[in-house]
């Protein structure tokens, strides 16, 4: 089984930063992509950005310049440091991991249970 848990969501002021954790756990035998997604109520879920094994990055416009992803591969965690937030970027962010599970299809996708960002003065 695989799980993932995501944290460092929060309330932050215009212009602030937030950076939210994503920790890939349970029968994993390697990982092919992580990222992150956001949703906002009546909107459908967006890639905001992700990460191959090849440390192969794409980002939304929109946050282009702003937020960074990374990744830990010993750790098998991803990171987004969101940098000059916008009210817009309000929205809650889930983590994705493509990834083949020991005993399971390769190319297995998983998310996780989502973070929620506000972005307010």
């Known amino acids: 089984q695989v799980q993932l848990v995501e944290s460092g969501g929060g309330l932050v002021q215009p212009g602030g930063s937030l950076r939210l954790s994503c920790a890939a756990s349970?029968?994993?035998?390697?990982?092919?992509?992580m990222g992150w997604y956001r949703q906002t109520p009546g909107r459908e879920r967006e890639l905001v950005a992700t990460?191959?094994?090849?440390?192969?990055?794409n980002y939304a416009d929109s946050v282009k310049g702003r937020f960074t992803i990374s990744k830990v591969y010993a750790k098998n965690t991803v990171y987004l440091q969101m940098n000059s937030l916008k009210p817009e970027d309000t929205a809650v962010y889930y983590c994705?991991?493509?990834?083949?599970?020991?005993?399971?299809?390769?190319?297995?996708?998983?998310w996780g249970q989502g973070t929620q960002v506000t972005v307010s003065s």
């Open positions: 349970g029968s994993i035998d390697s990982i092919n992509a």
């Open positions: 994705n991991a493509d990834l083949n599970p020991l005993g399971a299809p390769r190319g297995t996708n998983y």
């Open positions: 990460i191959t094994s090849t440390r192969r990055t």
